[in-house]
């Protein structure tokens, strides 16, 4: 069954580093995705991503944050400068094939990037 | 108000129960309405899309008020493999494909 990938599974950093979360999204999708969950919060939507731009981004999306998808398979989450406040688990998700551009509402998650940032 | 809220849980009931979980969303606006799992430190996955005239898929029933602004989800002879976190959640009225609403989810334990 064809998944979203993603990489690290968990990564600790200093605050003020730069992070990559790095996604393999299903090959045939079209849609990107990328939510964070702070531990005992809810899912939180960040921004979505669709034909090599951003479609959306919410409020939490700032200038520290920034998405790439720099060949035909990766999906990137950057973070410039990590803060304490920055500690989640970041999801990726897509959806949408080719011949499916309806919103079913179902997203194919990832495993999720734990982010820890001391 | 919160834009989609649930009950927290824990709910602990014994294998073969009937449970309901409630959830209510403040924006009249959403269209689409799911119910997503979610298992301990995993992804969400969904479960069940959530129609008008109510739906049902196995064990798992969906019912969906728009006029109370409501959204049910019942399950019938719960399993342990039922135990997880169940998450009520709406698209984002104006919002971009794939601009989910997630509540924090209601957490079921389902025992022996």
């Known amino acids: 069954e064809p998944e979203v990938t993603q990489t690290p599974s968990h990564q600790v950093t200093q605050m003020g580093q730069e992070v990559i979360l790095r996604c393999v999204p299903i090959s045939n999708h079209l849609y990107f995705y990328w939510y964070r969950q702070i531990l005992g919060q809810k899912v939180e939507f960040l921004v979505s991503?669709?034909?090599?731009?951003?479609?959306?981004k919410s409020e939490i999306f700032d200038d520290q944050f920034s998405v790439e998808r720099p060949d035909g398979s990766n999906f990137t989450l950057k973070i410039r400068s990590t803060k304490l406040e920055d500690s989640a688990m970041y999801f990726c998700a897509s959806t949408g094939g080719l011949l499916v551009v309806t919103n079913t509402g179902e997203l194919f998650f990832g495993e999720g990037s734990r982010l820890t940032v001391l | 108000r919160k834009e989609v809220e649930q009950d927290p849980g824990p709910f602990n009931v014994p294998e073969g129960a009937t449970v309901a979980f409630n959830c209510t969303y403040s924006n009249s606006a959403s269209q689409s309405f799911f119910w997503y799992r979610q298992d301990c430190r995993k992804e969400p996955k969904l479960l069940m899309s959530v129609y008008s005239s109510g739906n049902e898929d196995g064990r798992f029933t969906a019912q969906l008020n728009r006029a109370s602004q409501y959204i049910s989800l019942l399950i019938r002879d719960s399993k342990l493999s039922d135990s997880a976190t169940y998450l009520c959640v709406v698209n984002k009225p104006g919002g971009s494909q794939g601009n989910l609403i997630f509540g924090k989810g209601t957490k079921l334990s389902v025992k022996p």
């Open positions: 991503f669709y034909n090599n731009e951003i479609s959306e």
